[in-house]
């Protein structure tokens, strides 16, 4: 079965940094990007930043350019997203998924709140 576990999230003050981990299994990596994703409050889910699974090419919404970055631990079947300099508008739950659609199932997702 796939499975898609995010982990990493929390409450942090503005400027702090977190990273965030997902881990995916069931399904052939080598097959798809991998993004993550978030979902503010009130907002639809959006992508915010993607990675194919070789690791040799990303992409990321034009507002985090230069303070996150996506990456993989293929070894351990995991996706990382280093989160800095993080900002108010950053508080959102953020998923990991296959770069669709189709999605596959989501995850529960893991919360992040930015906030002094």
């Known amino acids: 079965d796939v499975q898609l576990v995010e982990s990493g999230g929390g409450l942090v003050r503005p400027g702090g940094s977190l990273r965030l981990a997902c881990a995916a299994s069931?399904?052939?990596?080598?097959?798809?990007?991998i993004a993550w994703f978030r979902q503010a409050p009130g907002k639809e889910r959006e992508v915010i930043a993607c990675?194919?699974?070789?690791?040799?090419?990303?992409y990321y919404i034009d507002s985090l350019k230069g303070r996150f970055t996506i990456s993989t631990d293929n070894a351990k079947g995991t996706v990382y997203l280093q989160m800095n300099g993080l900002k108010h508008e950053d508080t959102a739950v953020y998923y990991c998924n296959i770069y669709g659609p189709p999605f596959y199932p989501w995850g529960q997702g893991t919360q992040v709140t930015v906030s002094s």
């Open positions: 069931g399904f052939r990596r080598d097959d798809y990007a």
């Open positions: 990675i194919l699974n070789s690791g040799r090419m990303t």
